[in-house]
């Protein structure tokens, strides 16, 4: 394997597959600081399908935590006024934006909760900025990730740097189903297609409840409305694909229809921290306690960000028997985290506001993924009629 001619056919991947760049398009990066050799090479591919201009903003973690210790508390959390009115100038003409993620699990170790939360609370009112663009004028976006020594040296400890790093190169590829022979927009176009027929067959059964439960003590209701709808079509907007990799099938829930108790089954990174073995009780949609012995603080100030933070806003679908759940990893990542289970999201729906006002989608800052499948998780879905399904079970879809 030709590494280096990989790393140009993902860049690719996520230029043509996931953003679908136009011809003269803006491009707006927000790149991992520790990622940045990639970065170039993403913007050369965007450049080659067209792009007028590449704009790269770094995601600088050390200095985010400096600001974070000395910067006045309230004042830190609003985004830059600078960065936002370039992003909007730029988002208003018709760009689109890519987040290139990278890990660095070790530099918050050390930083006081209330610092991370506040650090949670910046970058997310900057990218509220481009989510907004997304929801009101239906730009491409995407989420992906760009190998990092720090992250490659958590996941292969064996292994020194150098070698630990090609290998998270090459299992990035795998997960995003790239080889060095194929069509990657043929491969992306199937895999969509065998996605959008299982949604459809989830839209058919006209699902109005899901019962969750795993042996972990999850036993959960989540209701859905005649608008939760697995399958989405993109009309004739420009056609992108929002993360890569993905394995999920997603729909919005009612947002006061969810009541009993979920478990996180992988952690969960919030500005910067990692959380493990947390859970939470909703009564009427609403989180009404954190279950966690530690990062209880951040997952309290997370459901009170605003007054709906505490709502779900996606219920998604995974087999647990999923390429990245199989390959044996935590990845310490919500991108690839929430492909190797079924997720579900605290905050901001997937789509627009319910048509009728019957129904409610919940509406927030923030939009928090969380894994919650396990490999006994079932769930068992009833109809508009009545009828009780079990779509999902011993983790893996059942119909």
């Not at 999850?218 to 929002?242: C, Q, R, W």
């Not at 709502?311 to 390429?323: D, F, K, N, R, T």
């Not at 506001?353 to 769930?379: C, E, L, W």
Request: charged share 30%; hydrophobic share 35%; net charge negative.
């Amino acid at each position: 394997m030709d590494l280096n001619k990989m790393i140009e056919k993902y860049a690719y991947t996520l230029a043509r597959v996931g953003l679908n760049v136009q011809k003269d398009q803006v491009v707006l990066v927000e790149a991992a600081i520790e990622g940045y050799e990639f970065t170039s090479i993403f913007a050369k591919e965007c450049y080659k399908l067209g792009a007028k201009n590449v704009v790269i903003s770094y995601l600088d973690q050390k200095n985010l935590i400096v600001a974070g210790e000395y910067r006045d508390e309230e004042e830190f959390k609003e985004a830059d006024p600078l960065e936002k009115l370039i992003y909007e100038k730029y988002l208003e003409e018709g760009a689109c934006y890519v987040r290139l993620e990278g890990v660095n699990p070790k530099i918050m170790e050390n930083v006081s909760e209330k610092t991370s939360n506040a650090i949670f609370a910046h970058v997310d009112n900057t990218r509220n900025v481009m989510r907004k663009a997304s929801r009101t004028k239906g730009c491409q976006w995407l989420i992906a990730m760009v190998p990092t020594k720090e992250w490659a040296s958590l996941l292969f400890k064996d292994k020194d740097e150098k070698e630990a790093l090609e290998e998270l190169w090459k299992l990035l590829f795998k997960l995003c189903y790239i080889d060095e022979d194929n069509d990657i927009v043929k491969t992306w176009e199937e895999l969509g297609e065998r996605k959008q027929e299982k949604a459809k067959l989830l839209d058919s059964l006209n699902i109005r409840k899901l019962h969750y439960t795993s042996s972990n003590g999850t036993d959960l209701y989540l209701e859905l409305n005649p608008y939760s709808k697995y399958a989405h079509v993109m009309g004739d907007k420009i056609h992108f694909n929002p993360n890569i990799p993905t394995e999920e099938i997603a729909c919005s829930p009612e947002k006061y229809g969810t009541n009993g108790v979920v478990y996180a089954t992988r952690p969960l990174v919030l500005g910067g921290k990692s959380i493990e073995n947390f859970g939470f009780r909703f009564k009427d949609g609403k989180v009404v306690e954190v279950l966690a012995d530690e990062g209880k603080e951040m997952l309290e100030a997370l459901i009170h960000t605003d007054e709906n933070a505490g709502y779900l806003g996606e219920a998604a679908l995974v087999e647990y028997h999923s390429p990245i759940s199989m390959s044996g990893l935590v990845y310490y990542t919500t991108l690839i985290d929430e492909n190797a289970s079924c997720h579900l999201a605290l905050g901001r729906a997937l789509g627009d506001k319910s048509p009728d006002p019957k129904y409610t989608f919940n509406d927030s800052q923030i939009h928090i993924d969380f894994m919650v499948g396990a490999p006994d998780t079932r769930i068992v879905a009833t109809t508009e009629s009545g009828e009780e399904i079990v779509i999902f079970n011993n983790g893996d879809f059942a119909i």
